[in-house]
Antibody
């Protein structure tokens, strides 16, 4: 069955960096776009980045553009989110998810990122 | 960006009743609207995509309708496991956005 397992969350100071990973299994990884979505009480669900199956298309929400970088390694069935210049408002549960054409049909369990001094 | 507004923050119903949840978009999203269900401590789960198509494994009591700017998720007869938070999401224009959620409570 489809499994998406996020890791790398934790506590980081403002202006710090963190790298999230998502290990995928149970499906043909190279057939799917992968995305990162975050959820916080203040901002709700926010789709922050996606990457196409062959790395051709990447986009970001304005709130993270220039600070976060999504990438994938198809040989390792993994997707990553490099987060830099973190802000307090980036505090959230971060989910990776798979899908096609803007529909997220499987999600990981999430990893908590807390930005605080 | 397209704003999705879910008209009810909370809906209080009983098992066996019919639930009707609404989502309105700030501009047309054609039929590019999905619904997700989220239970406490879990990730969201896809219920409906493209306004009216049920995702794999979703029971027939869930149905979606609408196009353009007004959409509805209907649960024909509530089961205990249906009490959760439901979010709508559009894929018409990036950034893809979610509604603020409707909590369906007993």
């Amino acid at each position: 069955q489809v499994q998406l397992v996020e890791s790398g969350g934790g506590l980081v100071k403002p202006e710090g960096s963190l790298r999230l990973s998502c290990a995928a299994s149970g499906f043909s990884f190279t057939d799917y776009y992968m995305s990162w979505i975050r959820q916080s009480p203040e901002r709700g669900l926010e789709w922050i980045a996606y990457i196409s199956a062959k790395n051709t298309y990447i986009d970001y929400a304005d709130s993270v553009k220039g600070r976060f970088t999504i990438s994938r390694d198809n040989a390792k069935n993994s997707v990553y989110l490099q987060m830099s210049r973190l802000r307090v408002e980036d505090t959230a549960v971060y989910y990776c998810a798979k899908g096609r054409a803007g529909v997220l049909n499987s999600w990981g369990q999430g990893t908590l990122v807390t930005v605080s001094s | 960006e397209i704003v999705l507004t879910q008209s009810s923050a909370t809906l209080s119903l009983s098992p066996g009743e019919r639930a009707t949840l609404s989502c309105r978009a700030s501009q047309s999203v054609n039929n590019y609207l999905a619904w997700y269900q989220q239970k406490p401590g879990q990730a969201p789960r896809l219920i409906i995509f493209d306004a009216s198509s049920r995702a794999t494994g979703i029971p027939a009591r869930f149905s979606g309708s609408g196009s353009g700017t007004d959409f509805t998720l209907t649960i024909s007869s509530l089961e205990s496991e249906d009490f959760a938070v439901y979010y709508c999401q559009q894929r018409q224009t990036w950034p893809y956005t979610f509604g603020q959620g409707t909590k369906l409570e007993i």
